[in-house]
């Protein structure tokens, strides 16, 4: 009928297909890939940390020196490029000496540049750029 709305169900996927999926995700993260640790705020200096990324998983300790060859798990690999920065945030000032605009960026603190073939979109390794650019009223 015109002007009824029809519910749309949402397809969930049963619980075992999701548990696959972890599954397949943690497999895939295990995979080791061959990269040079990159330490943007303290050249030639070390970092340590600790990292777990799935329940069951034992806690491991990594220290890790710029500019070195590691193989490591492409999930620590990932981790190494999407939270290796921190965000500055500043204003623009209009000739009326007025702010208008803030503006953000990330600084890069370190990556993990691959030696192997990989998505490109997980192991991006270029400078701070602006990531926010908001309009004060």
């Known amino acids: 009928m015109p002007g009824i709305a029809q519910k749309t169900a949402v397809k969930e996927k049963p619980i075992h297909q999701k548990k696959n999926d972890l599954e397949y995700q943690?497999?895939?993260?295990?995979?080791?890939?061959?990269?040079?640790?990159?330490?943007?705020?303290?050249?030639?200096?070390?970092?340590?940390?600790?990292?777990?990324?799935?329940?069951?998983?034992?806690?491991?300790?990594?220290?890790?020196?710029?500019?070195?060859?590691?193989?490591?798990?492409?999930?620590?690999?990932?981790?190494?490029?999407?939270?290796?920065?921190?965000?500055?945030?500043?204003?623009?000032?209009?000739e009326a000496n007025k702010s208008t605009m803030r503006i953000g960026k990330k600084i890069r603190r370190f990556g993990f540049q691959s030696l192997e073939f990989t998505d490109e979109t997980d192991f991006l390794t270029e400078p701070s750029q602006i990531v926010t650019a908001q309009k004060v009223l």
Do not use: C, M
């Open 26 to 94: 943690r497999d895939k993260d295990r995979e080791k890939v061959k990269g040079i640790f990159r330490f943007f705020e303290v050249p030639n200096g070390e970092v340590s940390f600790v990292y777990k990324a799935y329940k069951g998983d034992q806690v491991e300790k990594y220290t890790l020196a710029d500019g070195q060859v590691y193989t490591l798990p492409l999930g620590v690999a990932k981790h190494l490029n999407k939270n290796g920065w921190y965000p500055i945030h500043t204003y623009e000032v209009d």
